[in-house]
């Protein structure tokens, strides 16, 4: 069993910037993947950043120069650096850990309004 809870979202102007954190608990030796995704209103989960277990990261093409994920060697915390935000940024941020399981985080709210 792992457990997962991000924290750092919050209401930001367009251009700022936010980090979001995700702390993970419990088995977290099993831990392989570790993404960000992200689900605003009236839409699909989608995928915004991923890092495998061996380092390699990828992102949503609508992030690519503005996100950076970032997780520690610990498999404890991950991470999303999220610079120069626009209002279609605007979502609810979940953290996602895969062991032979996918296991996710409550979310968190962020929102890009002026």
Known sequence: QVH??????GLVQPGGSLRLSCAASGNIFTIDNM??????????????????????INYAD?????FSISRDNS???LYLQMNSLKPEDTAVYY??????????GQGTQVTVSS
């Open 4 to 9: 997962l809870v991000e924290s750092g979202g």
């Open 35 to 56: 993404a960000w995704y992200r689900q605003a209103p009236g839409k699909e989960r989608e995928l915004v950043a991923i890092i495998t277990s061996g380092g390699s």
């Open 62 to 66: 609508s992030v690519k120069g503005r």
């Open 75 to 77: 498999k404890k915390w």
């Open 95 to 104: 953290c996602k850990a895969d062991t032979p399981w996918a296991y996710w």
